[in-house]
């Protein structure tokens, strides 16, 4: 997984814990501020590194707060030295000809995605930004039976079905999801996302009720999509590993970026480790934007 990381109520030892075990840290601002300064954004670069030990090397995506950006912001990405963005939506299905879920690309010829997006339309798409080597990687939207009418993007699990109701049906959303992948899965076969915050799929959370059936829901569909063939859950960066120097399906087996090594640590360290890290967590209780780390 990708897990998209800002400063405010971070626990700094389950972020290292998250990188040890494989998955993608990516930068998203320090405070979650709206239309971020180069502040927020390299801020976060840092705090990454100082409170979560991850190496400055590993930290190659961006997304912004909302999904609030400019072409300030895409230009700060590109300056920040990151190697992609992925604040952008698809919002069309993939079975529409007038589809804007298109693989990943360079901005070398401008942005394709939220073109019209409040605040920002006229200033992208139509060849702009230009921003050479810096990649765009879109949000792929679910879509429910009103196709595009019926678009879902973050935290699908909370949104309510056009069938009626007063809340989320985990049924529903497991079929819209099905149904997505299966429309990616047998068209150009362009990725397929899963995005949320975490508090919403995460148990034990003081507070709120740990929502069982949601979690249950998607593991299923999880499940249900590793029974296809060819099929493989991974990282933004893997996805652009493959992107950039594509290998055949027969290789894929083999190919390194895929691989998910896991290091062996076996000395106290605080690497997200509850065995080795104890007594080392420190609670940073800043009144805005508190955070624990080592």
């Not at 079929?175 to 992948?181: A, D, G, K, L, R």
Request: negative net charge.
């Amino acid at each position: 997984m990708t897990f998209f990381t800002s400063l405010g109520y971070t626990n700094y030892a389950n972020v290292t814990d998250w990188y040890v075990a494989g998955n993608e840290i990516a930068d998203h601002t320090m405070t979650h501020m709206a239309l971020p300064t180069a502040d927020e954004i390299n801020g976060n670069l840092i705090a990454l590194n100082s409170l979560a030990g991850i190496p400055l090397s590993e930290i190659r995506g961006f997304r912004a707060p909302f999904l609030n950006f400019t072409t300030e912001t895409l230009q700060i990405v590109k300056d920040s030295q990151f190697l992609y963005d992925s604040s952008t939506s698809a919002s069309v299905p993939v079975t529409d000809p007038n589809t804007d879920a298109y693989w990943p690309y360079t901005l070398d010829n401008g942005l394709a995605n939220s073109c019209d997006n409040e605040g920002i339309e006229g200033t992208v798409c139509d060849g702009k930004p230009v921003l050479p080597g810096l990649w765009e990687i879109p949000m792929y939207s679910i879509f429910d039976e009103r196709g595009v009418a019926g678009v879902h993007l973050m935290d699908p699990w909370l949104d309510i079905p056009p069938s009626g109701g007063t809340t989320f049906n985990d049924s529903a959303t497991l079929s819209w999801m099905q149904n997505t992948f299966t429309a990616h899965y047998n068209g150009n076969r362009q990725p397929f996302g899963l995005y949320t915050h975490p508090i919403h799929v995460a148990p034990n959370v003081p507070g709120v009720t740990t929502p069982n059936s949601t979690i249950a829901m998607i593991n299923q569909f999880l499940d249900w999509a590793q029974t296809q063939q060819n099929v493989w859950i991974i990282t933004n960066w893997q996805l652009l590993q493959w992107v950039r120097n594509p290998v055949p399906i027969s290789q894929l087996n083999d190919f390194a970026p895929f691989k998910c090594p896991t290091p062996q640590v076996t000395a106290k360290i605080c690497n997200g480790m509850p065995e080795n890290e104890a007594g080392l967590v420190q609670n940073c209780m800043f009144s805005d934007f508190p955070f624990q780390t080592c």
